[in-house]
């Protein structure tokens, strides 16, 4: 598959603030990073922030696309001895899990908000590919407002964010979306490399996530990452982090 000119890079929803330990925000599959919106005010009094941006046409394979993050991370942290905490919801929480194995030094610790490495285990997701492949372009973007109810919790996001959730989705061509769902389809971590994780793993699991059996994997993964912990939101959806009642900032400020 043909490689996008741009490569991904992180983008500053605030000033910087060096003082601060950094928090790398690597997003779902809309791959804009701009889905933090909702926790970047509260997030900024304690963090300097970066969200990941995947440019729309980038079609790497996990092993190119986990090498580039590393690469942006590295810039970003530059020669300081910052902590770093990787926030990867989604997607972005597969995307966090290859990093966190293939480059344990560039950061300390890691957050996973209903990660998407369950996907293969999913039956119905697990048609998506070929589903989205197969849709006329009307429909595919028709397509963007069937998903929203399984995608959150639409009483529990102000309607501004149910917008911009929408916009991200349709934002994302289809021949990406395909790409990024056959990534999915195929990630696959065995748990012996997950025991190699030493570093201290946060699991915020939605219990009313409709994509995802998003509680049972956060206990599959508990059980084989050697110094995790594991939260179960009960009213929350997939995209718990444009929920209006959640705060990403008091829950790390309690548990991390």
């Known amino acids: 598959m043909e490689k996008s000119s741009k490569k991904v890079h992180f983008i500053r929803p605030v000033p910087i603030r ?38 729309k046409d980038d079609f790497s394979s996990w092993d190119r696309l986990a090498g580039e993050t590393i690469e942006a991370i590295a810039k970003e942290r530059g ?3 910052r902590e770093v905490y990787l926030c990867g919801e989604s997607f972005g929480g597969c995307l966090s899990l290859l990093i966190a194995l293939k480059a344990p030094q560039i950061w300390d610790r890691l957050i996973l908000a209903n990660p998407a490495s ?16 197969l849709l006329p372009k009307n429909l595919y973007f028709l397509s963007s407002l069937w998903l ?9 996001i102000l309607p501004e ?12 061509p289809q021949k990406t979306s395909v790409w990024r769902l056959e990534l999915l389809r195929s990630f696959h971590i065995q748990p012996q490399e997950l025991e190699t994780i030493k570093k201290p793993v946060l699991l915020i699991a939605s219990a009313a996530d409709r994509l995802l059996n998003s509680v ?9 990452l050697p110094n995790s912990k594991m939260i179960i939101l009960p009213k929350s959806g997939h995209a718990c982090f444009l929920e209006k009642e959640l705060n990403l900032y008091q829950i790390l400020d309690r548990h991390c």
């Open 79 to 81: 020669s300081g001895d």
């Open 118 to 133: 369950c996907f293969r285990q999913q039956p119905l997701v697990n048609w998506g590919p070929d589903v989205t492949k």
């Open 216 to 224: 049972s994997h956060a206990n599959f993964l508990t059980k084989h």
């Open 161 to 172: 964010n149910r917008e911009a959730l929408l916009d991200a989705m349709r934002s994302v």
């Open 18 to 55: 060096k003082e601060l330990p950094l928090l790398m925000f690597l997003p779902g599959m809309d791959g804009t990073g701009l889905l933090l919106r909702s926790q970047i005010p509260n997030l900024a009094k304690a963090f300097d922030l970066r969200c990941l941006s995947i440019p």
């Open 148 to 156: 929203l109810p399984f995608l959150g919790s639409l009483d529990r």
